[in-house]
């Protein structure tokens, strides 16, 4: 087990493929990678997935840029060594025809990015009309059992902060047998334009709430409301970061402690398999907290 100078153990592993994406969404903080090199192939992918699995990391979440732009995907995914989670981020724009192959192969769940269901507002702030298909990609979705799908909506003063209920309504409608889609609100990180402050919704769903469920990453709290679900994403705080559990890994093969930091960046491409488990092992041992007090 990887556990750093904290005492945080490493439990996920967040690995983007490609920082190509089809969207150009406003507040995009492209997973804090700026000046990146040629794309990892797919050994190279999953070679660095395996010696975190041996390590004892236990989920691995793949993301981009936009992951589906990648040819070989669902390879990708099959290459996967046995983590106890697989899972994705994804705009859900190319979701519809893959979903099923992705389960198929291996995946257990999605996170799709939605953050309005006015077509209007998807094209303000994605920069494309392609609502109709993310739509058509969280049906498939839900159709091949990748739950539970989280459905991930960046919330922005005065562009979308009036549609939470609806999207906690739209959602609530595939969870007639159980919960198969929850809500995740995010708090906008580095836009100051748009920052809305999630705090308020967060005591009020706190209120309303049948039941709560604290998660260990980050100790995000998800609310159960009847056949609703919600989770809140507050990277704002220091019992965010001292329950931080995950690192990251970018499209071009280096290891990123943390999406605040640009420093404490370690290449892990063309290294041997020791010399690969070394790196992450020196790399584990530089992380810091980027918010240290509660
Ligand atoms: N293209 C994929 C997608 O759209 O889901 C994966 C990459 S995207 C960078 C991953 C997640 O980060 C998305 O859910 C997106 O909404 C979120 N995100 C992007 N920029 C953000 C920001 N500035 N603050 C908070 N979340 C952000």
């Known amino acids: 087990m990887l556990i ?23 507040y995009c903080h492209r997973e804090g990678e700026f000046s990146v090199g040629m794309e990892m192939d797919i050994d ?8 975190f699995y041996e390590l004892g990391v236990e989920n691995v979440k793949i993301t981009g840029g936009e992951p589906l732009l990648r040819k070989d995907i669902v390879e990708i995914v099959q290459e996967m060594p046995p983590f106890r989670e697989i899972s994705m981020v994804t705009n859900g724009t190319l979701l519809s025809k893959l979903a099923h192959d992705l389960k198929e192969v291996g995946l257990d769940r999605v996170n799709v990015s939605l953050d309005t269901l006015n077509e209007e507002k998807y094209k303000f702030i994605t920069g494309r009309k392609l609502l109709k298909n993310v739509l058509e990609g ?4 839900y159709d091949a059992s990748l739950f539970p799908i989280k459905l991930n909506m960046v919330v922005l003063k005065g562009i979308n902060d009036d549609e939470i209920y609806d999207l906690l ?14 809500l995740q609100l995010i708090e906008v990180v580095g836009n100051s334009e748009y920052h809305f402050d999630l705090s308020e919704i967060e005591s009020k769903f706190e209120r309303m709430a049948d039941r709560v469920i604290v998660r260990k990453l980050h100790k995000r709290r998800q609310f159960i409301l009847g056949k609703k679900a919600v989770e809140i994403v507050r990277p704002f705080h220091g019992e965010f970061c001292m329950h931080c559990t995950r690192i990251r890994v970018t499209s071009d093969g280096k290891i990123k402690p943390c999406l ?30 980027f918010f240290k007090n509660p």
């Open 138 to 141: 969280i049906y498939s979705a």
């Open 169 to 182: 309504e739209f959602s609530s409608k595939f969870n007639e047998n159980g919960i198969k889609i929850i």
């Open 260 to 289: 605040m930091k640009n420093d404490g960046l370690i290449d892990l491409r063309g290294l041997s398999y020791e010399d690969m488990v070394k790196s992450i092992k020196r790399a584990v041992a530089l992380r810091e907290p």
């Open 4 to 26: 750093d100078r904290y005492g945080r153990a490493i439990r996920h592993l967040r690995i983007s493929v490609t920082s190509r994406c089809n969207l150009r969404c406003l």
């Open 44 to 51: 190279e992918i999953s070679k660095i997935c395996r010696a």
